[in-house]
């Protein structure tokens, strides 16, 4: 995409550092795209420099350059030297590195996939690429130790003449040396580190990674401020709408209801797994759609050691141990697993046949949707009863989509782990039980219309205003109880 005339161009970022030390992956998650390149522990695994771009409004800001990593910097350092030293007359470090890249060292048959023809030809990519950006990232796994490589890595990029934002990589990982890397920088009188890890991603250390970048670029504040207003405002779009996704599943599955025989054991037991299986591929639905939303495949998210059903994420939601997994508490028909997760509503039963008429003239006339109470009343006179989720379902329901949207938040998009549900359920959860949330789902169990797995057609359009303003109002409640009980 080309910007407008007036618009200023985008900023040149060359991402640079040791092999293998996940220059790939802090484009990956800063692009949150987990296509772009090859991540893998096999050293140099990039070969070529490749692009990738960062918008602000649809129009570019920053153009991320993937390079080869710097394999032999002790042996370019030598050379650069002995270059100098040749020189007829001293000449400063960019005129050394420019030197340099005309010389035969540089040059090679980069399809080859070797240095045949020139033994720096790697190094000399990463190099011409620094000297055409505006800034370098110099990415360091925090796990290494450090060795002189680093020292001339550092060394030959000053001679680039270009400011570098030293990147501490993996900094979650436990074997993370941040305190000795820091001391090491600061010799080199680098002091505008960052910290980020690609596989755990956190906003806040995203921020700070572009406010060093604005600070080193100060004809430049402009293009990084956009940049950061944009990356905060398209987060919050994000989990505005994975919120709205979640309140969509529950008052599809709250509303939804089956009218069902009361006295026919074999036909209501077909009804109970048949609602169940609904319930199952809504809440599989809604899976789906929140890794799409993140830009993560199903891949992402692996099958636990529990038993799965069908394929699907996670143990069984029906299952009494999806509900101990995830701190549900269960009652004794759930214990005994007669009628797990579903209840039965006898609402009018013992009413005489006038009161029900009565009532259900009432409720239609009231609600104007005599086409659905009115008929829900009719099966019940009939010796019907309806069918439905419990609170239960609707809290494990909650919990783990709740549970989901934080991994997710949480996943940077180098990562090479998938989600596992064992970790995913000792996270905080959205609260169920809360005033605000059940008070909604009493709401929505009174109107089995807006269901869209029910089966009275197509809804009014008054019904659906009314479903889409407490899908807001239940979407903002989920936000605010995981906001409260984590950084979300």
């Given at each position: 995409m080309n910007a407008p005339a007036n618009a200023a161009?985008?900023?040149?970022?060359?991402?640079?550092?040791?092999?293998n030390?996940?220059?790939?992956?802090?484009?990956?998650?800063?692009?949150?795209?987990?296509?772009?390149?090859?991540?893998s522990d096999r050293p140099a695994t990039t070969r070529h420099v490749e692009g990738a771009m960062l918008l602000v409004r649809g129009q570019p800001a920053v153009e991320l350059y993937d390079t080869p990593g710097l394999e032999d910097s002790i042996g370019l350092l030598e050379l650069l030297e002995r270059h100098r030293a040749g020189a007829a007359s001293r000449i400063d470090g960019i005129d050394q590195i420019r030197a340099f890249l005309g010389s035969s060292d540089a040059t090679g048959d980069a399809s080859a996939g070797t240095n045949a023809g020139g033994r720096f030809q790697q190094e000399a990519k990463a190099l011409r690429q620094v000297l055409a950006s505006d800034i370098a990232l110099y990415v360091i796994?925090?796990?290494?130790?450090?060795?002189?490589?680093?020292?001339d890595e550092l060394e030959i990029l000053a001679r680039c003449a270009k400011p570098v934002v030293p990147v501490l990589n993996f900094i979650a990982s436990p074997e993370a040396q941040i305190a000795l890397w820091r001391e090491h920088l600061s010799r080199a009188n680098l002091h505008a580190v960052a910290e980020f890890d690609t596989v755990v991603l956190d906003d806040q250390t995203e921020r700070r990674l572009l406010e060093k970048m604005r600070s080193l670029l100060d004809h430049h504040h402009a293009t990084l401020n956009a940049l950061i207003e944009e990356r905060e405002r398209l987060r919050a779009g994000l989990i505005t709408t994975s919120c709205l996704m979640i309140a969509d599943l529950i008052i599809?599955?709250?509303a939804h209801q089956v009218s069902v025989p009361a006295q026919g054991r074999p036909q209501v037991q077909d009804a109970m797994e048949s609602l169940r299986q609904r319930i199952r591929e809504r809440e599989q639905r809604c899976v789906d759609?929140?890794?799409?939303?993140?830009?993560?495949?199903?891949?992402d998210l692996a099958a636990t050691d529990l038993p799965m059903h069908d394929g699907r994420w996670g143990v069984d939601l029906f299952s009494p141990a999806a509900m101990k997994q995830f701190g549900v508490r269960t009652g004794s028909a759930a214990a005994a697993g007669a009628v797990a997760g579903l209840t039965i509503d006898a609402m009018v039963g013992g009413l005489t046949l006038g009161a029900a008429t009565a009532l259900g003239a009432a409720i239609g006339g009231a609600l104007g949707v005599a086409?659905?109470?009115?008929?829900?009343?009719?099966?019940?006179?009939?010796?019907?009863?309806?069918?439905?989720?419990d609170d239960r379902t609707l809290q494990l329901l909650l919990a783990r989509q709740g549970a989901l949207l934080q991994a997710l938040q949480r996943r940077g998009h180098a990562s090479l782990e998938p989600i596992h549900i064992n970790d995913v359920a000792g996270t905080p959860q959205v609260d169920g039980k809360s005033s605000t949330i059940?008070?909604?789902?009493?709401?929505?169990?009174?109107h089995p219309s807006w269901s869209r797995l029910q089966e009275f057609g197509p809804a009014l359009a008054w019904s659906e205003a009314a479903r889409q303003t407490v899908q807001e109002r239940l979407a903002k409640a989920i936000h605010a109880s995981l906001a409260s009980r984590a950084t979300l």
């Amino acid at each position: 995409m080309n910007a407008p005339a007036n618009a200023a161009p985008a900023r040149k970022v060359a991402v640079v550092g040791h092999t293998n030390t996940g220059k790939t992956s802090l484009l990956r998650t800063l692009t949150r795209d987990e296509t772009f390149g090859e991540v893998s522990d096999r050293p140099a695994t990039t070969r070529h420099v490749e692009g990738a771009m960062l918008l602000v409004r649809g129009q570019p800001a920053v153009e991320l350059y993937d390079t080869p990593g710097l394999e032999d910097s002790i042996g370019l350092l030598e050379l650069l030297e002995r270059h100098r030293a040749g020189a007829a007359s001293r000449i400063d470090g960019i005129d050394q590195i420019r030197a340099f890249l005309g010389s035969s060292d540089a040059t090679g048959d980069a399809s080859a996939g070797t240095n045949a023809g020139g033994r720096f030809q790697q190094e000399a990519k990463a190099l011409r690429q620094v000297l055409a950006s505006d800034i370098a990232l110099y990415v360091i796994d925090a796990r290494d130790r450090v060795l002189g490589k680093h020292r001339d890595e550092l060394e030959i990029l000053a001679r680039c003449a270009k400011p570098v934002v030293p990147v501490l990589n993996f900094i979650a990982s436990p074997e993370a040396q941040i305190a000795l890397w820091r001391e090491h920088l600061s010799r080199a009188n680098l002091h505008a580190v960052a910290e980020f890890d690609t596989v755990v991603l956190d906003d806040q250390t995203e921020r700070r990674l572009l406010e060093k970048m604005r600070s080193l670029l100060d004809h430049h504040h402009a293009t990084l401020n956009a940049l950061i207003e944009e990356r905060e405002r398209l987060r919050a779009g994000l989990i505005t709408t994975s919120c709205l996704m979640i309140a969509d599943l529950i008052i599809d599955v709250g509303a939804h209801q089956v009218s069902v025989p009361a006295q026919g054991r074999p036909q209501v037991q077909d009804a109970m797994e048949s609602l169940r299986q609904r319930i199952r591929e809504r809440e599989q639905r809604c899976v789906d759609q929140l890794l799409q939303l993140h830009r993560f495949s199903r891949q992402d998210l692996a099958a636990t050691d529990l038993p799965m059903h069908d394929g699907r994420w996670g143990v069984d939601l029906f299952s009494p141990a999806a509900m101990k997994q995830f701190g549900v508490r269960t009652g004794s028909a759930a214990a005994a697993g007669a009628v797990a997760g579903l209840t039965i509503d006898a609402m009018v039963g013992g009413l005489t046949l006038g009161a029900a008429t009565a009532l259900g003239a009432a409720i239609g006339g009231a609600l104007g949707v005599a086409h659905t109470h009115g008929r829900r009343i009719l099966d019940r006179m009939r010796g019907h009863s309806e069918l439905a989720a419990d609170d239960r379902t609707l809290q494990l329901l909650l919990a783990r989509q709740g549970a989901l949207l934080q991994a997710l938040q949480r996943r940077g998009h180098a990562s090479l782990e998938p989600i596992h549900i064992n970790d995913v359920a000792g996270t905080p959860q959205v609260d169920g039980k809360s005033s605000t949330i059940a008070g909604l789902m009493d709401d929505i169990r009174l109107h089995p219309s807006w269901s869209r797995l029910q089966e009275f057609g197509p809804a009014l359009a008054w019904s659906e205003a009314a479903r889409q303003t407490v899908q807001e109002r239940l979407a903002k409640a989920i936000h605010a109880s995981l906001a409260s009980r984590a950084t979300l």
